[in-house]
């Protein structure tokens, strides 16, 4: 579903690049994690499969058609994004039903069409909440807004950025649940970036771990539960989270 070969990023000319030579593939339908310390990489990444950021060197894919550098409106009814901080990818002065109906005014298409009560039960929020602004939810009733606005037009992918990192713990493990039960009831496809391995080993089938802007290693998702990754840095990364999962269980 995407294929993304020799992707290459620099912010300014002569510059050394943020990103270099990624390479990666994720089948229709399935979860793919990409994972890494702060900085390493993963958003820009992410952000030149969007289309937000045009310039890159190397190819993108999707369903085997290479992307041209500036997305046409087709790409975003199939490839939608969700951020970290839905506070800031909200609108602070528009209701939620009329945030729920933006993604159809950008394409020009009639605004009758969604049912936005049946897409807020989607996402498991009360229809009722549709009549507030973002500041009159919770962090995770505004992160599943977001979700249900990336629905909209019925996308085949998404691209998830840090979705649960700005969330208490016990709220991000129901929106993970949330995303894991639409990504099977809808067929869609998952690109999620994340620093957390719990998160990409809740959600994910293969994932790619990233340092200093390359990738060091791919494995499927039983590779990583089982601790046999090999890359050196794969190993520390894993090292790491295991002894700040250890320290959530004692402060539990
Ligand atoms: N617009 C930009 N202009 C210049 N440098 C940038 C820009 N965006 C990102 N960078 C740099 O590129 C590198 C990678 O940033 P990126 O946001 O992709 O990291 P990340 O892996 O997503 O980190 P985090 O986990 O903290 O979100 C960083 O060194 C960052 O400072
Ligand atoms: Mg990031």
């Known amino acids: 579903m ?19 030579h990624v390479g990666l593939a994720v089948e229709k339908g399935a979860a793919f994690g990409l994972v890494g310390e702060s900085g390493c990489g993963k ?12 310039h890159y060197e190397g190819t993108i894919r999707l369903n085997g058609e290479p992307l041209h550098r500036h997305r046409d409106r087709p790409f975003f009814r199939r490839v939608q994004m969700v951020f970290q901080d839905p506070y800031g990818s909200l609108h602070p002065r528009k209701t939620i039903r009329s945030q729920l109906k933006e993604p159809l005014r950008n394409q020009g298409l ?10 807020l039960r989607s996402v498991g929020l009360d229809p009722a909440l549709s009549f507030r602004f ?6 995770g009733q505004r992160q599943r807004v977001a979700i249900a606005r990336a629905l909209v037009l019925n996308p085949e992918v998404l691209l998830l950025d840090e979705p649960t990192s700005a969330l208490d713990v016990s709220v991000q493990a129901e929106i993970l649940n949330l995303l894991d039960d639409l990504r099977k009831e809808r067929g869609l496809t998952y690109l999620l970036v994340s620093h957390d ?23 499927e998702i039983e590779t990583l539960r089982k601790g046999a990754v090999e890359h050196p840095y794969s190993q520390r990364l894993l090292r790491a989270s295991r002894m700040y999962g250890k320290g959530r269980e004692a402060l539990a």
């Open 110 to 119: 009639a605004t009758g069409s969604v049912d936005v009560d049946a897409l």
């Open 197 to 219: 391995l719990a998160v990409v080993s809740h959600m994910c089938d293969r994932v790619a771990i990233m340092e200093a802007g390359e990738i060091v290693e791919q494995v």
């Open 2 to 20: 995407i294929e993304i070969d020799d992707l290459t990023i620099r912010f300014g000319a002569g510059q050394r690049p943020v990103v270099r």
């Open 43 to 54: 958003s820009t990444v992410l952000r030149a499969v969007s289309g937000l950021n045009p």
């Open 134 to 139: 973002p500041h009159q939810l919770s962090g």
